[in-house]
């Protein structure tokens, strides 16, 4: 991971996590943003290439779903800058990191793009259940109340994915 400590500030944060400890959520953190974009990038695509029947009612469910990845995405970077750390902003970056897998337009497969975007909801809450786990073991109960309401936020998106399945 390519994560750095900003210079000038780090040691001088005092929030009660060691520096070690707002590393490893950083990294935890840095991940989560990797897949927040594949996502991001994916539902675009899904946007922009739906076909079939449901193209009106789907092209606007997906703008919806990239439009609060889109809040995401700012909220976590900004969380990783707040612990002392540089946001990591490059999509090859991203793409190492990720445990997200991008996908072609799929044909415009409506069916085949919404159970792909389930499974994606659904590894993000997997992942975001073990990363509050180990932000509360370092002692970061906002980090945690953070990921809490970022699974929330995904539950809800992949409850309206089912919906359209």
């Known amino acids: 991971m390519q994560t750095k400590t900003v210079p ?3 040691a001088d944060i005092q929030i009660g996590i060691e520096e070690s400890g707002r590393f490893t959520i950083v990294k935890n953190l840095s991940r989560l ?3 927040e974009h594949v996502l991001y990038v994916k539902l675009r695509n899904y946007h922009w290439n739906v076909t079939g029947p449901y193209f009106q009612p789907l092209h606007a469910f997906f703008q919806e779903q990239y439009t609060e990845v889109a809040l995401q995405i700012d909220e976590i970077a900004e969380r990783i800058r707040s612990l002392g750390h540089f946001a990591p902003g490059a999509m090859s970056g991203y793409l190492e990191q990720a445990r997200l897998q991008e996908s072609g337009h799929l044909d415009g497969n409506a069916q085949a793009m919404l159970k792909q975007l389930l499974a994606d909801h659904e590894l993000i809450v997997r992942s975001l ?3 509050l786990e180990t ?3 370092l002692g970061d109960a906002g980090t945690s109340d953070f990921l809490t309401g ?3 936020i995904h539950e809800k998106m992949a409850w309206m994915v089912r919906a359209h399945l």
């Open 129 to 131: 259940r073990v990363d």
């Open 8 to 10: 000038s500030s780090a």
């Open 135 to 137: 932000a509360m073991e």
């Open 33 to 35: 943003l990797a897949d």
């Open 150 to 152: 970022l699974m929330e």
